[in-house]
Structure formats: structure tokens, C-alpha cells
């Protein structure tokens, strides 16, 4: 006998965008939180806007009203640092969208 796996659609658009390892995290964060705490699931930081946007429309096309999501630009630091993200000096940081449960 012969088992037939399919890969979710949802996961693979979410790996596409995010990477394997964010998108496993968001999954999980979906899957196991009780939807009527007010937790939230930060997305790692994303400098371009058009990357941004296709995170908030496929999170809002698969799972509509359940969560809901929001870019937070950090407003620069006072003094520049090593960012590890981009191996260089920076004297700002990167937007990260927030994903939370909708109140009821």
C-alpha cells in the first residue's frame, strides 16, 4: 500500500515568503496560541516595502479574520551598531511586521 503526501498550500506560499525556519515558527504561533490571549509574533526585520506587502496580503488571504498585521518602523538608534542582519554599521533599524490575533 502506497501513502500519498501533499504539501499545504498555505506552507508552501508562507516557505516562499518567509524562509523555512519563519515560516514553521508562524505556523506554530497560529496553530497552538489560545486566540483570546493578546499574543503577538514578531516577523523578522524586512527592509523592502514590496517584501512587506506580500507578507501582509497572503497573511490576510490565508487567514483573514483571524489575525491581523502591522509594520512597526523603529525609529533610529542614537548611535550606530553592528547589525548582524546586514554585516554592516547602521544607524537605523529595519520594519518588522507584528501578526495578532484579532479581539472578538
Known sequence: SEIWVLP???YVQLR???GHEEAERLLVFVN???H???KVHLLPPE???EQRTKAHRLLAELYGQLVETKTYAPRPLKRARLSSDQGS???EQLPQ???RFRSR
Open 8 to 10: 499545504d498550500p498555505k
Open 16 to 18: 516562499e515568503l518567509l
Open 32 to 34: 497552538t496560541s489560545d
Open 36 to 38: 483570546s490571549e493578546r
Open 47 to 49: 527592509a523592502s516595502k
Open 89 to 91: 554599521l547602521s544607524g
Open 97 to 99: 511586521i507584528s501578526v
